[in-house]
């Protein structure tokens, strides 16, 4: 009987453990699994506040409805019919002091279309005119990887690239785009200047046609009860299958001649023939020799907090029409997205509610994230009020913290990750390194992580 044991109960040891405890059952393998989880909850990122008929998340709230791995994910557990998307409207762009709508027509900040582009306040006739040249410009030869920003920046300008897509992207990434990998994190677009030349022709071309009964559904999904729900579901599933340890953290992994050694804090030990280590990156790092540690170490992460708060309807002096507004870095403030959350995810809030979810922190304004919760609700109530007009405190509000926790695929993330995993096959074989600190940091990255991981582990199995 072999033994695979899954380090890290968020959602990529879940997807990992779910995807490999159904292998071994439909081809009757000779396995079993086991997860350790050093908190004392599964889901990781993954956590839902119901309160007063609200519905908070205070890590991710949705994920993207085209990767398609979530659904299935959804659809195998039977929570299909919980599935909602967004609701549309418009989103702003907060430059200066003034929010400027999003111009329509704008693909992660790439114009294609003209007039609501030219007619926009966000940039300078400097600015537009500089983007155009991307119509003339041809494309780079440059091989190998480049920062996300400098691609950007060569082919629509600095103008745009600031006011518009430095604010999209930094709500992904929370970080630097002039050090993020284009490579690692957008290599579509590398793609479209390849075959098309221009970005802006390019991104009209493929960019699928508008239905004619245009819908308010989005492009984002998420479940109606929350996404801790689909956690629920699955520790319940997995839970009647295999062995589930919370509560106690994986301290050392130890190498022995055909198997592993892992030691726990609480002084039990497990023996396993395979390992799946899907720990945050610098925790994951810790149980390697120098040389895969101190890669792991060249991720960095970047840390970020969130406050969710609810007001009654009448602190908001005007209707928003729309759904939220990220930040320049130009702009004054601290915050630096909002969602209106009461207005992109109705059932999120009670009638007579209003939901909002500001961010703070970034790459280079990380100390607010450590401040109290009191000094992070004074900082972000202020900028609401001159942002919004927002009257007064809310009802009850949740801080979150986010500690180095938003990787960062800095240029030359690919390369570093392929030579880990090439000391991990070599040094340390039957482990295996998977999670957002390596393979992408969406909800479906994160499932579809833990599936190959699951094929790779019965694979081995198999030929054992």
């Known amino acids: 009987m072999k033994r695979v044991v899954i380090i890290g109960g968020g959602i990529t040891g879940l997807s990992a453990a779910f995807s490999l405890q159904n292998k ?16 004392e909850r ?6 839902t506040i119901h309160r007063d008929g609200f519905v908070i998340e205070r890590g991710p709230d949705s994920y993207l409805g085209r990767k398609k791995s979530m659904t299935k994910l959804i659809e195998q557990l039977g929570m299909e019919d919980n599935l909602v998307h967004n609701h549309t409207g418009q989103a702003y762009i907060l430059h200066g002091r003034k929010l400027h709508p999003m111009p329509e027509g704008a693909v992660m900040g790439i114009p294609t279309k003209l007039t609501p582009f030219i007619s926009s306040g966000l940039f300078s006739m400097r600015g537009k005119a500089r983007a155009g040249l991307d119509l003339i410009l041809p494309k780079s030869d440059a091989q190998g990887d480049q920062s996300v920003g400098a691609f950007f920046k060569r ?16 709500g992904i990434y929370a970080g630097n785009i002039d050090r993020i990998s284009l490579q690692s994190t957008f290599p579509q677009f590398k793609n479209i200047e390849s075959e098309y030349r221009s970005l802006i022709l390019g991104m009209k071309q493929t960019r699928p046609p508008k239905k004619k009964n245009h819908s308010s559904k989005g492009v984002f999904m998420t479940l109606k009860t929350g996404l801790s729900s689909l956690v629920e579901e699955l520790e319940r599933n997995l839970g009647k299958r295999m062995e589930i340890k919370k509560g106690t953290a994986v301290t050392h992994l130890q190498k022995g001649e055909n198997d592993y050694l892992l030691q726990l804090e609480d002084g039990s030990s497990i023996q396993a023939d395979q390992v799946i280590v899907a720990a945050p990156g610098r925790k994951a790092g810790s149980f ?14 970047t840390s970020v907090a969130t406050i ?19 930040v320049s870095k130009k702009s004054p403030y601290t915050i630096t997205a909002c969602t209106w959350t009461h207005q992109k995810w109705p059932h999120t809030t009670p009638t007579g509610s209003v939901l909002l979810r500001c961010y703070v922190g970034r790459e280079h304004e990380q100390a607010i994230v450590e401040e109290s919760d009191a000094f992070i609700l004074s900082k972000v109530l202020d900028d609401l009020n001159q942002i919004m007009g927002v009257q007064g405190k809310p009802d009850f509000y949740y801080v979150t913290r986010w500690r180095k926790a938003m990787p960062q695929y800095i240029v030359g993330h690919q390369e570093n990750i392929a030579h880990v995993q090439s000391l991990l096959e070599k040094d340390y074989p039957g482990v295996q390194l998977i999670g957002a600190s390596f393979d992408g940091i969406g909800l479906p990255d994160c499932v579809v992580a833990g599936e190959k991981a699951a094929e790779r582990a019965v694979k081995m199995i ?3």
């Open 24 to 39: 071994i059952d439909e081809e009757q393998l000779p396995a079993s699994v086991t997860l350790v989880e050093a908190s």
């Open 462 to 464: 198999r030929t054992c």
């Open 288 to 301: 390697f020799k120098k040389e895969i540690r101190e890669r792991i170490g060249n991720v960095p992460a």
């Open 308 to 326: 969710a708060m609810a007001f009654p309807a009448s602190a908001i002096p005007h209707d928003l029409n729309g759904t939220g507004f990220v």
């Open 155 to 170: 082919r629509l300008g600095n103008e745009v690239v600031e006011n518009l897509i430095e604010p999209l992207l930094s």
């Open 42 to 47: 599964l889901g990781g990122k993954i956590e």
